[in-house]
């Protein structure tokens, strides 16, 4: 009787334990003034992956923890959320992570940014209201441009390794760029999307943008073998790249276009 009664109690107090390991918080606004590459106070405060058994081999999905706690996201109306799609440390010291909630909607599901500041762990969310025409067209998640810098969904750009997010300056304030990325400077700071009737370039770093008006038969994927030979770099009288129709007679070297 008394191995069944301390038995019961185990349990009871493992079920009271395993309830306390999950915390929820509630996403806040992105500012762009964060700064997400925060050092740790010590060998544990870092964030962890942690891999969720699944019978759905194709889709794997991790929880992100905090020592032992799993972080669980509330962000009305949507539904808490804890099970997440390919997350990726923003920095070095694992003190922050960007991550995509795993539900049924797709690349439309929101990312969050998870990160530590002094022992307490916060969430970002990084959404931006939109009522563009083709946004689930051009809705693609995390675009790698490197192997340390990415573009969230034409809105942000992401850099891996120093923790820094960039809000994307939007051709119309009212919608996410509503066009396909094309190309980048070399420096990789100037943006070019190619729209319908546009290419619009933005810096994210300077904010800056030029919006160049081509021909839409010029913006045909079928076209844009020659792009090279009608468009050529320069820089503006802050020193900032963007694109300008080339001169007929100057030939453009390939190495330019990057």
Known sequence: MKATYLLLLSVILLSCSESKLEKTITAKAFTGEENFNT?????????????????????????????????????????????????RFLNTQKTAAIAQVADSSGLVSPYYIISLRNG???????????????????????????????????????????????????????????????LYSSDKTTLVFATKTSLYQTNYKTGESVDLKVSEKLLLPENMANFNNNFTWYKNAKGTPFLKESDPDRVVELSEFK
């Open 39 to 87: 050092t740790p106070n010590g060998k544990k405060d870092i964030l962890t992956f942690s891999k969720v058994d699944s019978s759905n081999a194709q889709a794997i999905t991790y929880n992100v923890k905090y020592k032992d706690t799993v972080i669980a996201v509330k962000n009305d109306p949507k539904p808490v959320a804890s099970i997440f799609k390919q997350p």
């Open 120 to 182: 307490q762990t916060e969430v970002t969310k990084l959404e931006r209201p939109s009522t563009g025409a083709n946004d689930s067209k051009i809705t693609k998640g995390l675009e790698e441009l490197s192997l340390s810098i990415f573009l969230l969904n034409n809105d942000y750009v992401v850099t891996i390794i120093n923790g820094r997010v960039y809000p994307v300056k939007r051709q119309n304030e009212a919608e996410r760029i509503q066009g396909r990325l094309i």
